[in-house]
């Protein structure tokens, strides 16, 4: 059973920068595609990016495009989310999820693992 634990959050400033990361266990990740999602107060859960499980292709919210990376380090299983320019609408807590399959997207009920969830404040 593939457990992921999400870490590196916290407070930041307005235009800081944070590293979020999903280290698994129980399996290896790179039989998963993976993805990162956030929920913000009052709002609907939201797909940030996600990657595939080879790691060769990323996709991105167009509210993240340009500033977040995600990356993957299977060696390590573990995935992260580099996040700089932070914005105050990117507060939120944010999840890593696995998918049983090689691409990943942004439909959070296609996603078999989740994580607990790690808090982000960007403060202005």
């Known amino acids: 059973q593939l457990q992921l634990v999400e870490s590196g959050g916290g407070l930041v400033q307005f235009g800081g920068s944070l590293r979020l990361s999903c280290a698994a266990s129980g399996s290896t990740l790179n039989y998963y595609a993976i993805g990162w999602f956030r929920r913000a107060p009052g709002k609907e859960r939201e797909g940030v990016a996600c990657i595939t499980s080879s790691g060769g292709s990323t996709q991105y919210a167009d509210s993240v495009k340009g500033r977040f990376t995600i990356s993957r380090d299977d060696a390590k299983n573990k995935v992260y989310l580099q996040m700089n320019s932070l914005k105050a609408q990117d507060t939120a807590v944010y999840y890593c999820?696995?998918?049983?399959?090689?691409?990943?997207?942004?439909?959070?009920?296609?996603?078999?693992?989740w994580g607990q969830g790690t808090q982000v404040t960007v403060s202005s």
């Open positions: 999820a696995a998918i049983s399959r090689w691409y990943g997207s942004f439909s959070a009920d296609e996603y078999d693992y």
